[in-house]
T-cell receptor, first 109, second 112 residues
Framework: EDQVTQSPEALRLQEGESSSLNCSYT??????LFWYRQDPGKGPEFLFT???AGEEKEKERLKATLTKKESFLHITAPKPEDSATYLC??????????FGKGTKLTVNP | NAGVTQTPKFQVLKTGQSMTLQCAQD?????MSWYRQDPGMGLRLIHYSVGAGITDQGEVPNGYNVSRSTTEDFPLRLLSAAPSQTSVYFC???????????FGPGTRLTVL
């Protein structure tokens, strides 16, 4: 059974304080690992897709990396507007996405 | 493009009532899904469809029905609402060219 575990559950940072969110996964035949951002009261918004170990993708202050067992979402010099819940999901051989429970990030000014 | 739209935004039902959550997308995506999101549980797949006329069950399908008569629409039916179905429901469509999933704004359902 495909599984995704995200840590920490919640993270509070000061503006400019860089950190990383973790997504550990077990999946049979990884087809893709996905990161989403979700603001309160809204639907998830797509950020990145990673397909193979060693792959990295960047967008503004965010960089996602992938190994065979986990993915990291690195946040460099975060701003208050980066506050959101970040979701990780994997797609395996069944093609269905399995989501983690998310990490709630708060960036204080 | 309106993207993925969902109606209603909020709904309150009594136990045993039935209703349909509407979902539509204007991006011509074949693959569409319904999820529910509960505190501490993450997003869980209810049903999905890989094209008009084709649907399949996800992780938590009991108590829900779907149909897909057109590419654009993918309604979710609650047959006899139960308090355990109180949740936020998200519809999503998948762009297979870019492996990007687009979510709707959600429907917050309360069953009393």
């Amino acid at each position: 059974e495909d599984q995704v575990t995200q840590s920490p559950e919640a993270l509070r940072l000061q503006e400019g304080e860089s950190s990383s969110l973790n997504c550990s996964y077990t999946v049979s035949g990884l087809r893709g690992l996905f990161w989403y951002r979700q603001d309160p009261g809204k639907g998830p918004e797509f950020l990145f897709t990673l397909y193979s170990a060693g792959e990295e993708k960047e967008k503004e202050r965010l960089k996602a990396t992938l190994t065979k067992k986990e993915s990291f979402l690195h946040i460099t010099a975060p701003k208050p507007e980066d506050s959101a819940t970040y979701l990780c999901a994997v797609q395996g051989g069944s093609e269905k996405l399995v989501f983690g429970k998310g990490t709630k990030l708060t960036v204080n000014p | 493009n309106a993207g993925v739209t969902q109606t209603p935004k909020f709904q309150v039902l009594k136990t045993g009532q039935s209703m349909t959550l509407q979902c539509a997308q204007d991006m011509n995506h074949e693959y569409m899904s319904w999820y529910r999101q509960d505190p501490g549980m993450g997003l869980r797949l209810i049903h999905y469809s890989v094209g008009a006329g084709i649907t399949d069950q996800g992780e938590v399908p009991n108590g829900y029905n779907v149909s897909r008569s057109t590419t654009e629409d993918f309604p979710l039916r609650l047959l006899s609402a139960a308090p355990s179905q109180t949740s936020v429901y998200f519809c999503a469509s998948w762009d297979s060219d870019t492996d990007t999933q687009y979510f709707g704004p959600g429907t917050r359902l309360t069953v009393l």
